[in-house]
């Protein structure tokens, strides 16, 4: 069992930065594959980034983040980051972490068995 909760979220400028936070339970952290996705505002949830665990640090982005966001994690304190810059308005949603186990399956939220509770971002323009 994995519990994960997120922190970070805020009110921010559009092109300004946030980073969201996910601190999990567990002592298996390192081999689980971590995600981001969100859920705007009449919308479906969709993924944003992935990494890999064992070591490997692949990285998945979705299209529409790729290269403004990054997804660092830090195994010793079993936490996972989102790194947002250049925010935009469309970036406004509520964000949730979530772990899985299988890194091909990375952008697919079947593919991961624990989630977060979310936590809100909304970028003013």
């Known amino acids: 069992q994995v519990q994960l909760v997120e922190s970070g979220g805020g009110l921010v400028q559009a092109g300004g930065s946030l980073r969201l936070s996910c601190a999990a339970s567990?002592?298996?952290?390192?081999?689980?594959?971590m995600g981001w996705f969100r859920r705007a505002p009449g919308k479906e949830r969709e993924f944003v980034a992935a990494?890999?665990?064992?070591?490997?640090?692949?990285?998945y982005y979705a299209d529409s983040v790729k290269g403004r966001f990054t997804i660092p994690r830090d195994n010793a304190k079993n936490t996972v980051y989102l790194q947002m810059n250049s925010l935009k308005p469309a970036d406004t949603a509520v964000y949730y972490c979530?772990?899985?186990?299988?890194?091909?399956?990375?952008?697919?939220?079947?593919?991961?068995?624990?989630w977060g509770q979310g936590t809100q971002v909304t970028v003013s323009s």
């Open positions: 979530a772990a899985g186990r299988i890194a091909s399956l990375a952008r697919l939220q079947a593919a991961y068995a624990y």
């Open positions: 990494i890999s665990g064992n070591s490997g640090g692949s990285t």
């Open positions: 567990g002592r298996t952290f390192s081999s689980y594959v």
